[in-house]
């Protein structure tokens, strides 16, 4: 398992590498995104563990979803991802583990990501906008509340909530042990 820092310097890349592929100065990026220029360049050096909220905001100014930007630099071997391939990062801030569960460069149109949320962790996400894309939560085990835009979902084993981007939404365990979900992002008719 890759520690923390390698985590961070590899995050910090694919930030770097994404935003010269869009032709963004630091300065046009930290507009976009609503993130300091300063921050911005402590994440690309790797000298910051960035929250999933400061990622969120990266990734709406780089226009891609979180998964892409933790898979942007991973490069296709196999239709199979073994576990032990399969790469893990812990927000700093909540504790959620986020595993990239899907083989990556392998042209699917649904990623999957499965997450251990702990007990009495919340995680709030500004809109993100991207076109003809969704996700799908399914609960594996315990319970989740997740609020989009103003509505509220109690999810339990078993539940599925479907979501497009476009509003604000919260994750929140309301349990007393971790719970763990699956998202399932789906890219629709010819996204991308």
């Known amino acids: ?82 576990r032990a391939e399969q790469a893990t990062w812990r927000d700093p801030e909540s504790g959620y583990r986020r595993r990239a569960v899907s083989p990556p460069g392998v042209g699917a149109l649904a990623e999957i990501v499965e997450v251990e949320f702990p007990a009495g962790a919340s995680v709030a996400f500004a809109p993100q906008h991207f076109e003809e894309t969704d996700q799908q939560i399914l609960v594996l085990h315990g319970a989740m509340e997740i609020g989009v835009g103003a509505a509220r979902h109690r999810l339990s084993a078993g539940d599925c909530l479907a979501m497009r981007f476009g509003e604000p939404i919260v994750f929140r365990n309301p349990g007393k042990s971790a719970a763990r979900y699956l998202v399932v992002i789906g890219r629709g008719r010819g996204g991308a």
Do not use: F, H, Y
């Open 1 to 82: 398992m890759e520690s923390i820092e390698a985590i961070d310097r590899d995050i910090g890349e694919r930030v770097r590498a994404l935003r010269a592929a869009r032709g963004l100065t630091l300065d046009e990026l930290a507009a976009q995104s609503g993130v300091s220029r300063a921050m911005l360049s402590r994440v690309e050096r790797g000298e910051s563990s960035p929250t999933a909220q400061l990622l969120n905001r990266i990734c709406g100014g780089l226009g891609v979803t979180l998964s892409a930007l933790l898979a942007a630099a991973e490069k296709p071997a196999s239709p199979v991802r073994r």
